[in-house]
């Protein structure tokens, strides 16, 4: 059975950094996609990161995060999400997901299929 958690989140106050982490057992692939996404309250939910832990080009990050977000795996595949000069913009729930690689394909969003149940992060002004 495919389990996706995800760990850390908080309140913190605007200007502040916060990091989250993920991880997925149960998967039989070597390696795979990961992505975090978030939902905010009464907005749809969004891609905010996505990498493939086998490497290479298939790294994504939506225009929001880049500069002030970091996702990367580590030798455990553990995803990280390293969040910095938070903004209550940033206020959501964090959701970590994954999925198999589509060798021509990269890691689509619409490819998601299995979620964790969400980390709340909360940036006060």
């Known amino acids: 059975q495919v389990q996706v958690s995800e760990f850390g989140g908080g309140s913190v106050e605007s200007g502040g950094s916060l990091k989250l982490s993920c991880k997925v057992t149960?998967?039989?692939?070597?390696?795979?996609?990961m992505a975090w996404f978030r939902q905010a309250p009464g907005k749809a939910r969004e891609r905010v990161a996505s990498l493939y832990t086998g490497g290479g080009r298939w790294g994504y990050y939506a225009e929001f995060a880049k500069g002030r977000f970091r996702s990367y795996a580590d030798n455990t595949k553990t995803l990280w999400l390293e969040m910095n000069n938070l903004t209550p913009d940033d206020t959501a729930t964090y959701l970590c997901?994954?999925?198999?690689?589509?060798?021509?394909?990269?890691?689509?969003?619409?490819?998601?299929?299995?979620w964790g149940q969400g980390t709340q992060v909360t940036v006060s002004s």
């Open positions: 149960g998967y039989t692939y070597s390696d795979y996609c």
């Open positions: 997901a994954a999925c198999a690689f589509n060798a021509w394909l990269g890691c689509r969003e619409q490819d998601f299929r299995d």
